[in-house]
């Protein structure tokens, strides 16, 4: 399945309906994933990254809702699926998710194999002997001892946890897979090795993976391609490594500036002055402009178009042609 | 040579574990966890230490023991030149408490959230008895505020925890301790909850009141890439000991212990080109507990280079070229640091071990442009 689109979103919008207004979280975002593929998504808390792997998986909450825009999986919309054709054709089978503070969604009153087979009855009706094997190959795959199958959360250690949800979300074999900040909480060694696994696995399977986190480092070590956020729009699309070296939106540049360094001495770190906008009542044109220390006129009043900077796709009105 | 300002001997904490009473009648021995074991570092006037290490290693307990939260169970511990382990005098604690602040990790929940931002910033004052008159203290306060940068201080002055940002509540925090003007700050992890921006944003501002407040930070951390920037001295921890320290550059660039390497080897970094290379981290398991140090190097199990000696006998503090920079390693400076690194392709099939030289692999690194 390697090179073949999987998941193609298109315009996919996704606004909360509350009291105080609507909260445009997520706002015609569009991008591919080739089968193979790992895509990482960055940006700060409330930039809508979250939301936008709650809507691929069809989760978003009331009053939240997907007002426009497709999904289209393997040549299937499931941005117009219903609630039913979601939980039985969508969840766990085509895409599924690890989500963040993954360690504590374990019920303490059941073993680990309980929870793990739990989707291989609901999908498949596999269970005993079948589903264990299943789930003995899954747990070797993120280097587990397969006698953690009978043991009950508490047993286990942090990092273990983690392992086990990871292997719990690849188990129904399914074409995405989403990691919501799969390392964040655990200790710098054991998020290595974890990161090791993940890109060892990366390869054994040959699934496609969304990794979601805040912090670009991790990033850098297991997407080809990286989507940057920033209120609720993909503000710059393309190339990892492209975009590692040569940061074309003045949000990213500040954002990689932002990193401490190992080996370098600084003197100060970048820092982008300012807090996010509100999202009920986005900034006018540019949604980045007052922050933005290259800010004009025009990215007050409009709003940028995406434009193709060596192959990477940038919205923004400095690499506007006319 | 700058004169320390926390100066720490021999200094321990153990925690005795809860018998029951079976175990009581069977006559066991207690157990205890030793928390720190018997460490020696000292911080120095304007010269901020870090002290890194996985979680359990220690690190939190020893601000605890310098604030005197917990009672040190051995060893001397100095600050300014007066031990305060004999510190037991209600009053002279309290004066001591006046010099001494902490910064805690999770600016949501170290703040009362039914307090506004002036009751939170008056506690201190009320307690310690400083300004006579509510304006005396609301002039403190405002000063406090623009000092941590929340201007106008008369916006923030009313409003409550729940109204602020993850990184405004953290700046109310430190003008807390501020406002006391201490002469040194514990902060534990003062940073981890925040977004990469934010904290940029906030070590910036706390490096730049150690000049204008006469401060120095006890900087508690795990995230290693942090303390470069942020402070002067580094000491790593291991299951309650400090097994490396020194200046903070001379550490992160020649590491001498095991440990140390390791842990920097884990460091992920923003280099995109490694997509298909995994780099091995190179220690053991899990870090063992408290109750059971391994003897010898308490080390030994996860060393990858440990010998016959490491076993038995306990490492002493080494130094190999600088004078400051000292490891308890009993092959401190001998060993070559190498770092092993395996390809991985098609279908997850994993290449042999290459060796690289540490230095070879920070070469490639990739910095944007603007950077350098």
């Keep these: ?322 | 040579m700058p004169k320390s300002i926390i100066r720490a001997r021999n200094l321990t904490k153990k925690f005795g574990i809860t018998q029951g009473l079976v175990q009581k009648l069977q006559g066991q021995p207690k157990m205890y966890v030793r928390a720190v074991d018997g460490i020696d570092f000292d911080v120095y006037n304007k010269r901020s230490l870090a002290l890194v290490g996985e979680s359990g290693c220690g690190k939190t307990t020893v601000g605890k023991l310098i604030m005197k939260l917990l009672d040190v169970t051995d060893g001397k511990l100095w600050v300014k030149g007066r031990d305060i382990t004999k510190l037991t005098d209600h009053r002279e604690l309290k004066a001591y408490r006046r010099t001494a602040q902490m910064i805690y990790q999770d600016p949501f929940s170290s703040l009362d959230p039914r307090f506004k931002v002036f009751d939170i910033l008056e506690e201190p004052l009320l307690i310690h008895g400083i300004g006579d008159t509510i304006d005396e203290r609301r002039a403190m306060i405002e000063e406090a505020l623009e000092e941590v940068r929340l201007t106008p201080p008369e916006e923030f002055i009313d409003r409550y925890p729940h109204m602020l940002s993850g990184g405004q509540r953290q700046r109310v925090a430190i003008a807390r301790c501020l406002i006391l003007h201490p002469t040194f700050i514990v902060a534990d992890e003062p940073v981890s909850m925040l977004d990469v921006s934010v904290r940029a944003e906030l070590l910036n501002l706390m490096k730049d009141l150690m000049d204008e407040e006469d401060l120095t930070y006890l900087y508690i951390t795990h995230d290693i890439s942090t303390t470069r920037f942020f402070t002067e001295d580094i000491g790593v921890m291991y299951l309650g000991d400090l097994v490396e320290k020194g200046p903070v550059g001379e550490v992160l660039d020649n590491p001498l212990h095991p440990y140390t390497q390791a842990l920097l080897t884990a460091v992920p970094e923003p280099e995109p080109d490694r997509l298909d290379r995994i780099k091995e981290i190179p220690i053991k398991g899990e870090i063992p507990s408290g109750t059971n140090v391994p003897k010898g190097c308490r080390f030994h199990p996860r060393c990858p280079y440990a010998k016959k000696i490491c076993r038995k006998k306990q490492p002493r503090e080494k130094t190999v070229d600088h004078k400051l920079h000292r490891a308890k390693c009993h092959f401190a400076g001998e060993i070559e640091f190498k770092m092993r690194v395996r390809k991985v392709g098609k279908g997850g099939k994993v290449s042999k071990v290459e060796e690289i030289g540490i230095d070879e692999l920070r070469d490639e690194e990739t910095v944007p442009d603007e950077l350098k």
């Excluded at chain 1, 940006?43 to 909450?61: N, P």
């Excluded at chain 1, 402009?289 to 919205?315: I, N, S, T």
């Design chain 1, 1 to 322: 399945m390697n090179g073949r689109t999987i998941l193609d979103v298109k315009d996919l919008s996704t606004h909360y309906f509350t009291s105080k207004g609507v909260v445009k979280a997520l706002d015609d975002a569009s991008f591919e994933l080739k089968g193979g593929q790992s895509l990482g998504i960055a940006g700060e808390s409330g930039c809508g990254k979250s939301t936008l792997a709650f809507s691929l998986l069809r989760m978003v909450q009331p009053p939240g809702r997907i007002v426009k825009g497709s999904i289209m999986l393997d040549g299937v919309d499931v941005a117009k699926f219903t609630e039913k054709e979601a939980r039985k054709k969508l969840r766990w089978q085509k895409i599924s998710m690890v989500f963040q503070g993954a360690m504590d969604i374990m019920t303490p009153v059941y073993t680990v194999g309980h929870q793990m087979m739990e989707p291989l009855y609901y999908h498949k009706g596999i269970k005993g002997k079948k589903g264990r094997e299943i789930c003995y190959r899954y747990l070797d795959m993120v280097d587990l001892d397969t006698d953690l199958f009978h043991r009950y959360p508490h047993e286990l250690s942090g990092g273990q946890k983690q392992r086990v949800i990871i292997a719990t979300a690849l188990l129904m074999e399914p074409d995405v897979v989403i990691m919501d900040e799969p390392t964040t909480a655990l200790d710098v060694v054991v998020e290595a090795r974890i990161m090791n696994d993940l890109k060892r696995l990366k390869h054994e399977l040959d699934n496609s993976m969304i990794f979601i986190t805040h912090d670009l480092s991790i990033l850098a070590e297991v997407s080809d391609n990286l989507a940057i956020m920033y209120a609720g729009w993909i503000v710059e699309l393309g190339d990892a490594s492209e975009i590692y070296k040569d940061p074309k939106h003045p949000y990213t540049q500040k954002l990689i500036a932002a990193i401490p360094r190992l080996h370098m001495d600084m003197d100060r770190l970048e820092y982008i002055p300012g807090a996010p906008p509100e999202l009920t009542d986005p900034p006018s044109g540019c949604r980045f402009h007052p922050r933005c220390e290259h800010a004009f006129d025009r990215c007050m009043k409009e709003v940028p178009k995406e434009y193709d900077v060596d192959g990477v796709l940038v919205k923004c009105h400095l690499y506007a042609e006319d």
